[in-house]
């Protein structure tokens, strides 16, 4: 069960703002702080509430007897709502950031989404279903091309691809290059409708997840771009983030293992692909190409199990790789979460209706 914040007290939610500047904290200490802000409390009442929150999964209690103590919980710094606008005020060099590769993510990022959440997805998931059984084939397969196309064009741009829709649109089904526009750019649009086909026809293959996989996906994806077909071996660095990934082959190796395993345990599809897309952006396991990788082996994971796949078309690039910086620098997925759910409604809303 993912956290969930919208059923706390105000009181409740205090404790959880008096952690977060304190670290941790004895009950005698969360007492004073709190009558500061409500008035008398009783112990018995802020007991009450602690219960509530450790099994919620929000504090964790640490200690014995009269040396116990109180602290949030890695699940709740995961998926605590971080305001973007807020955070990127502050200049890259001088937010308070983790910079190192953190490996105990592995233990801490499950079951991303609230109850509230699934259900508003699985809803909107039986719309889905329910509009590709009553479109034709021949239909349904001119929404894939047209979601391939708008997928294609999106994902390219928020890695700087300056071709439009309609010109991404002409160069995938006429094969025209448009005039203005390095080869490069053509290659790499080309490539992401390649790469979509071969989910589409394997897509079943996808409920189990290996690195071999997405080898395959990122090699289809970079393809006459100049770009290593196997896991880097160079240092990268990220534009506009403090956080640098681990440079170590053999710990790129073992993370992305990690990563293969975590998806595989997994029991919900949204859950699966989120994760997926967050972690492979945050090994950045290749020279180049790892978040488009990300995007088109979470949509992999999305068809494998009925989903609809997301086109990202009216996602802000901006606040896009700020959803992601956000994980590198606070291994928060609140952000890229909320875009995800938006994404998706978006698509389902947007394609495959008769």
Not at 304 to 328: G, N, Q
Request: proline content about 1%; charged content about 30%.
């Amino acid at each position: 069960m993912g956290l969930n914040k919208t059923k706390l007290n105000k009181r409740q939610d205090k404790i959880l703002e008096i952690l977060e500047k304190e670290g941790n904290i004895s009950i005698s200490q969360l007492l004073d702080e709190l009558r500061i802000f409500s008035g008398e409390v009783s112990k018995v009442t802020v007991n009450r509430d602690l219960v509530k929150l450790l099994e919620s999964g929000f504090v964790k209690r640490k200690g014995k007897a009269r040396a116990v103590f109180y602290e949030l919980s890695p699940q709740y710094n995961l998926l605590k709502i971080i305001d973007p606008e807020k955070y990127f005020s502050v200049e890259t060099d001088k937010r308070t950031a983790r910079q190192d590769f953190n490996f105990e993510i592995f233990s801490i990022l499950k079951d991303v989404f609230t109850d509230e959440e699934k259900k508003q997805l699985y809803d909107l998931n039986g719309e889905y279903r329910k509009n590709i059984k009553n479109i034709g084939a021949s239909a349904l397969k001119k929404e894939f091309e047209r979601l391939a196309i708008e997928l294609s064009w999106k994902s390219s741009q928020i890695e700087g691809n300056t071709y439009s829709l309609l010109e991404t649109e002409s160069l995938i089904k006429e094969k025209k290059e448009a005039k203005g526009h390095k080869k490069e750019e053509a290659i790499m649009l080309l490539n992401h409708k390649k790469a979509l086909d071969y989910i589409y026809k394997n897509k079943n293959s996808f409920k189990n997840i290996s690195r071999a996989k997405i080898e395959d996906i990122h090699y289809l994806l970079t393809q006459g771009l100049g770009i290593s077909r196997n896991l880097r071996k160079i240092a990268v660095g990220i534009t506009g983030a403090k956080y640098k990934p681990l440079d170590n082959e053999f710990q790129i190796k073992e993370a992305l293992e990690k990563t293969c395993d975590l998806i595989n345990k997994e029991k919900d599809g949204f859950s699966q692909a989120v994760i997926l897309m967050v972690l492979i952006a945050y090994i950045q396991p290749f020279e180049d190409g790892n978040k488009r990788t990300s995007r088109l082996t979470g949509n992999a994971i999305l068809l494998a199990y009925d989903i609809c796949p997301l086109s990202y078309r009216s996602v802000d690039e901006m606040e896009y790789k700020k959803a992601v910086i956000l994980f590198y620098e606070q291994n928060n997925v609140s952000y890229f979460k909320k875009l995800f759910i938006e994404q998706f409604e978006f698509a389902v809303k947007n394609y495959f209706r008769a």
